[in-house]
């Protein structure tokens, strides 16, 4: 037989496929990105445009919403595969399952979740935020965001089978969301209020370390089970 | 064909006995025995939920079995399950990806089993075995059944493998492509290679056959021993 495969250059393959796919017509990114956009453009509407209020509820806001783009967007992440049976090659790659959710998740923090976190600011400044938020908005969105996708994976794994899964999804992730929320808004607020923001962000990190962690392994626990 | 001077490895030998196995709670079939080597035809045949899919897909390691054994001989070495670099599988999904180009399609199926690119010619030549080496730069959606179907077929000679499983690979296919479906399976056998295909139609190729029929459960003992669950 041949020379074994390099497993590296398989995963960017797969990683390069699932951006290409995401961005391309009826991709999951720019949904994922409108929503993203016209969501926290409603709060000013819907709150009223007293600068106090919103600049009060702008880290909120924007960790909420960009916390509901990226489930919106996970619904596909592997059922797409799974239906046109894209599943079986990818699993009979040299990657293995853990590497296939590891490519997959990094794909999606790439092309969706990471857009999310460049888009924040310009959105901030529309929400009214302080001058001290904008790095660590910035920051906690980078910390904060892999764990949203990772976490994400475990729901869209476990409901890959599932048809119409994604109210399934939705409520198996969401609570999963909450330390992760907690996290970032807390850096965020920390740093409105003058106040240091560097634990929230370690324990943001920590939150994403632990996903990254739980999240490959029990992803790719999910889609053998999905396989059979 | 495509790779001129390829021979597999002529040791290998894959032997099931008293294989079980289960699907939601229903024994799909007990107490299969077979045996393939180098250069092996097996077809599958038997009724429609005979199993014909489950086997394949267990022999690719997706279903677990829950009664006896495989053992996989290749290169001296001796194995509980093969090796997921030495298999490939078409099933009733072409798993093509509609948006993208069949070369698009085929490139990343080569890359993502070899880690490498695929010559253009190499992906011409696999793409006329079938007839579809006109339609390389279309996308996958504006194609028929027949040529998703056949375009799944492609990976076989694409990828060089030496465990083909195949799912019903005749369904829609016209008469000269069940020709070079035949031509292409008998190429692969002379060159050690083995090849598993579960069918309802005469395959036009020499081989063995198993029926699936003869190892059904005996009616009243389907049920799971271990409840609903």
């Known amino acids: 037989m041949s020379a074994q495969p390099s497993v590296s250059s398989v995963f960017v393959a797969l990683v390069r496929r699932d951006m290409a796919l995401a961005w391309s017509q009826g991709g999951a990114s720019l949904l994922a990105l409108g929503f993203f956009l016209i969501a926290v453009s409603l709060f000013p509407f819907g709150v009223g445009p007293e600068p106090q209020i919103l600049a009060r509820i702008a880290p909120g806001v924007i960790w909420v919403v960009a916390l509901l783009a990226c489930v919106v967007s996970l619904d596909r992440l592997y059922q797409a595969d799974y239906e046109d049976g894209s599943l079986d090659d990818l699993t009979l790659s040299p990657l293995g399952l853990v590497g296939v959710a590891g490519a997959k998740v990094l794909a999606h923090w790439l092309s969706t979740t990471l857009p999310l976190a460049i888009a924040a600011p310009a959105l901030a400044v529309l929400l009214n935020l302080p001058d001290a938020g904008y790095p660590v908005l910035v920051a906690s969105l980078l910390i904060g965001t892999p764990a949203l996708s990772l976490i994400g994976s475990i729901g869209a794994s476990l409901t890959v089978a599932v048809r119409r899964g994604g109210v399934l999804m939705f409520l198996l992730i969401l609570p999963l969301y909450v330390p992760t929320l907690i996290f970032g808004v807390g850096a965020v607020d920390a740093a409105v209020t003058m106040s240091d923001p560097l634990p929230h962000l370690a324990l943001l990190a920590a939150t994403t370390l632990v996903a990254t962690v739980v999240g490959l392994a029990a992803s790719a626990a999910a889609l053998k089970l999905a396989m059979e | ?229």
Not at chain 2, 172 to 179: E, K, Y
């Open chain 2, 1 to 229: 064909m495509i790779d001129a001077n390829l021979i597999f490895d002529s040791e290998t030998r894959l032997t099931g006995s008293a294989l079980g196995c289960r699907r939601g709670g229903r024994r799909v079939f007990d107490g299969l025995d077979f045996e393939v080597q180098a250069g092996d035809f097996l077809s599958l045949v038997g009724k429609n939920g005979s199993g014909k899919s489950t086997f394949l897909r267990m022999i690719a390691g997706f279903v677990p079995k829950v009664a006896g054994e495989v053992i996989y001989n290749q290169g001296g070495k001796t194995a509980a399950a093969l090796a997921s670099e030495d298999i490939t599988l078409v099933g009733h999904q072409n798993g093509l990806k509609p948006g993208m180009s069949l070369r698009n399609n085929a490139t990343f199926y080569y890359r993502l089993m070899t880690g490498g690119v695929p010559a253009p010619e190499r992906l011409q030549i696999a793409a006329d075995i079938f007839a579809l080496g006109s339609l390389l730069d279309e996308p996958v959606q504006y194609f028929s059944s027949g040529q998703r179907h056949r375009s799944a077929l492609m990976r076989f000679p694409f990828v060089a493998r030496q465990i083909w499983l195949m799912d019903e690979p005749t369904v829609g296919l016209d008469a000269d492509n069940r020709a070079a479906l035949a031509a292409l399976i008998q190429h692969h056998m002379a060159c050690g290679g083995i090849v598993i295909a579960a069918t309802h139609d005469p395959m036009w190729v020499q081989g063995n056959v198993l029926n699936m029929d003869q190892f059904q459960p005996a009616h009243g003992t389907e049920t799971d021993d271990e409840g609903w669950l």
